[in-house]
């Protein structure tokens, strides 16, 4: 379930890695996210669609790589069709300080020192269980055939009462690995360059460089940070 805010949430591009000097001159590794100009292209009110929420556009896009019905829907706000979408659900009434066409910058994160930043984590395959989930693989001493890597029996596992005793869902296997949705809350903002669209965080932020990654105000703080706040 989304929960409503009360400030849209930003899409920005994950540029890379740098590092900046605070007043102590202590070294801070941080990631730059870069932000391109926003526009509202949709309004959403609870009396049409039952939830206050708006949807914003960002990066220009050739008309020749959308397509006809986000031409059109993004035709509508007065702009040329955008690469990426996203929709932000807002509390009650918030909705009507926006409007169709209207530009949104990242002053909207003036003064905010905590983002949560929602990406799709880094792709890795078909991996086995060793490397997927930690497991510690099997014992490397003589008599153990080439069995090192093997997650080891999983049929203790299975659910036998009265069905079939197949291994219960979710159990820990081999499969796929990353090229997840992935969210990492409360990383610290440590500069925030308006004019040129930039945003230094300091934390690890999901994905690989030129990916889109979604940021919000921080939802939700730890205890040490909640407490500097």
């Known amino acids: ?27 801070q590794p941080v990631t730059i996210i870069k932000f391109d100009a926003h526009t509202v292209t949709q309004v959403r009110t609870p009396e049409v669609d039952g939830y206050s929420a708006i949807q914003l556009g960002t990066g220009d896009i050739q008309p020749r790589n959308s397509t006809m ?25 918030k909705e009507a300080e926006f409007e169709l066409g209207q530009q949104i910058d990242l002053g909207v994160f ?29 014992l490397a001493s003589h008599g153990v055939e080439r069995k090192h890597r ?4 999983i049929g203790g596992h299975a659910n036998n009462a009265g069905k079939s005793g197949r291994i219960k869902k979710g159990k820990k296997m081999s499969g796929q690995h990353g090229n997840k949705r992935i969210t990492v809350r409360s990383l610290d903002v440590v500069r925030i360059d308006a004019e040129n669209g930039l945003m230094l965080v300091k934390g690890p932020v999901p994905g690989a460089n ?18 500097k706040a």
């Open 1 to 27: 379930m989304t929960h409503p805010s009360s400030s849209p949430h930003m899409i920005g591009q994950k540029l890379g890695m740098t590092r900046v000097y605070n007043e102590d001159g202590v070294s």
């Open 69 to 93: 019905p986000l031409i059109g829907h993004d035709a509508k706000a007065g702009v040329a069709p955008q690469r990426v979408h996203s929709e932000t659900r807002l509390e009650d009434g």
């Open 110 to 138: 003036e003064g905010i020192n905590y983002v949560d930043v929602i990406g799709t984590s880094k792709g890795k395959g078909f991996q086995g269980g060793m490397k997927r989930w930690g497991f510690k693989g099997q």
């Open 150 to 153: 093997s997650p080891g029996s």
């Open 210 to 227: 030129k990916g889109w990654v979604e940021v919000r105000p921080a939802t939700r703080l730890y205890k040490s940070k909640s407490a």
